[in-house]
Structure formats: structure tokens, C-alpha cells
């Protein structure tokens, strides 16, 4: 719990106690406790940096909030960086409250002066705006969470008026020379897609979620520019995933998502809430997972994997370099079945690009220069892959079977099987070395495979969805 502070006239007051969350300390308490006590799920591999948690009204996004926090159980974290987005102030740039303590029901937190100091010397636009900090919601409602969860803290309460891509890289450089060589905890404080319907919010929290999950903070600079998403806190979770990078976190991982639908059953105007974590996961880069086999043998041998793999390779480096892609002599007759194939891009770990053919009507060498091409160049979720980027590109193939319609869930095997699911004009598909890198169980599986498609998590229960499944022999450049 957080120290008690004397001194009041340089102490933030709480501004929505009582609304967003219980003025009464033994209520606020309970509540939280209540939370993290819910949240069933195992940790991740590796060190947090860095966390993502949703800022609505406990009711609402509590629930969600303490998949993030509940990790911090138990850990030495003694020095706390929030970056939440202004609601209520409009401003250019950042606002640090350099201030004595900031104050919860639940007692008062010591702010960390001489860091907070140490960020506003290193750019222009990080400044102290009091305004920007008086009635904000979205940075206060994570400090309890963070009394309950951690001893004795430090706290650097930062908040964005401007978040733009510039701003985001500004703000997280100025944080990583400030902070220098100790130990600080990041956090973004965001929600989500505001008021569409149920599925519109699914559809566009999903694409967030890819770019979380991707460590992708450019790309989602770019979706939110264009509108592609929405997320209140993006600049603060862009900023967040470039400081993780930054201090030597290679993995990133949604922990839970949910909207206020899920919550009030009121599906007409719903608010998206995540939450996630961005972590060092040392020994386990792609190149170095030792897993189990996954799918199955299609019978191509290692010369016809190396070959495909080339070919990838070539179309991507020629397209990327402006060059005139070569015709391919293919004498295979493996390689020239008709076969749907997904070729994948990771970059440093990180996935870069996913585009497939799920339909297997040309030869498969074919395909696989076509998916290429379009994992590089066409998938929406990321800008197009450069000629300087080529040399950190891993390229991983999952040559198909067939889909296969199944009438018991109880067919599906994880580790052998992936997932396609339709129902109306929703669709959407799982390789199956996804849920064995996720290490889902089927239940799971079928629940992120109708979240990909944009559908209510149990969607696949409904009588009207269509269920599918198929297998692939997958390698890549590392394997």
C-alpha cells in the first residue's frame, strides 16, 4: 500500500471517486481483490516491462483491467510511469504531474519529482499542464490497482493532449534516456472502439489487437490515422510499445479483451476494453521455440520446401526492389498439385505479415508467390514491407489440406488442426500453430477463432455457424 502523505497542497486530489470506482476504501478494496481473484490465467514467459489496461468505470472494464495487473503480483516494481490520454484538456504534446503525491481512497502516492523532472528536460513537448491533470479519469482510475497490487511505489503520472506518431516517438525517447538504468514499469492506459454496434466494435478492436499482439506500434499509428481503428489511449499504448522495445521487451501478448456489451448485455452502442502485456522473453525468438511437430507431412521433401521458400523470398526482394520477379522452372509435381497456402512474416519476432489462399484452386508454387506477394505488399493490417526491412524478414510457409466441414467441435485436434468458421457474412480462420504457440484448448481456439471473424465468442455454439477444419505442413526460413 502507498505511503501516507502530510503534505496536501501539492497533492493531486481524486476527481471520480465515487463514480468510476468506490470513494470508500474498504469497498474499493474488496472490489479490486474481487477482481484479481477472478482472473484465470497462466503467466507469461518471461519479465513484464510494460502493460496495456482499459480506463472505464470499474463496472465496466475492472474485470478486464486486472488480466494486466494481476502479473504484477508479487513483483519489486517500485518506480510506476502511466501515460493516459486528456478527455478534458486539450493541449499539444505531454503533461507530467511533477507535484508531491497523488491521492486514492485508498491513501497517497509518492510522485517520483526528480524523474518526472528528468522527462520534461528531455523535449520540448513534454511539459507540466495543470489542467491536463485535474480531472482526468483515464490515469486515476489505474492507480488503485497499482496500491493494491505492488508495495511501496514511485509514481510518474504523464498525460497525452497530442498523439500523433511524432509525439508517441518524442515522448518515448525522452522517457528512455530519463529513466537511464532503473527498473520502471510502463503503462498505457486506453479503451477502445466507442459506441458502434456489437459486431462493427469486435471488427475494429480486432485490428488494435493484431497490432498489440504483432508489436507492431507503427503499423497501429498507421490504422488509427486512417481510421481504420479506434482506441481513445492510442498514442499512450504507441508510446508504450516504443519504450518497451526501446528497454529490451520482444513480445507482447493481449491478456483478455471485452466490451461493455459483454458486460450489460446492451449491444447497440458498446465501449472495447484490452488488456495486455509487453515482455523479454529471452530464448525464445522463432528461430529458438522447441516445439512440438505441428499439422501434418504433405510429403514434400526438404528440397521442395527450400524451393518454395525461395520462391517467396524472390518475389518479395524483387517486388520490394522494384526488379522484375523471374518465372519459376517448377518440375515438381508435388509443387504443382492444386493447394491453398498462407505465407507468414515475422520481423524480429514480431509478425510483419499473414496472407493465404484457403481454397486450394492453383498449383501450389503459384499460390505461393501469389500470398507472398500479398503478405509483403496487401495485408491491410501493416504498411508494405521495404527494401531495408529484407534482411530482418522471416518467412514461414503452411501449405494446406483441404477444408472440412465437421459437425462436433469434439473433431477438432489442437496441434493438428486448424480452424475456419462462417456464419452470415463473418468469417474467419486460425493456422494450427497458432493455438499450440498460444497454447490454447480447443474451447479457446473456437473462441479466437470467432473473435478473428469478427463474431461474439460463442458464436461457434450458434445452429446457423458453420464450422471447418484442415491441417497444413508448415516450415519456415529458420526451421
Known sequence: MSKVYREKSEVREPAVAGAFYPSEARVLERQIRGFLDSVDQKGIEGDVVALISPHAGYMYSGQVAAFSYKLLEGSDFHKVIVIAPSHRAYFDGASVYNKRGYKTPLGVVPIDVDLCNRIIAQTRIVDYHAKAHTEEHSLEVQVPFLQIVLEEFELVPIVMGSQDFDTCKALSDAIVKAIGDEKALIIASSDLSHFHNYD?????????LDHINGFDPKGLAVDLEKRKCEACGGGPIITVLLIAKKLGANKAKVLKYANSGDVTGDRNRVVGYAAAAVYKNPGKTRDKIDRERVGVDLGLDEEE???????????????????????????SDILSEKRGAFVTLHKQDALRGCIGNIHGNRPLHITIEEMAAAAAFEDPRFTPVTEKELQNIDIEISALTPLRKIDRVEEIEVGKHGIYIKKGYHSGLLLPQVATEQRWNRTTFLEQTCHKAGLPRNAWKDKDASIYVFSADIFSENK
Open 200 to 208: 462493427r466494435a469486435v471488427s475494429l478492436d480486432r485490428i488494435v
Open 305 to 331: 520446401k527450400k524451393t518454395l521458400l525461395r520462391i517467396a523470398r524472390t518475389v518479395i526482394e524483387c517486388t520490394a526492389k522494384h526488379q522484375e520477379v523471374p518465372k519459376f522452372n517448377i518440375r
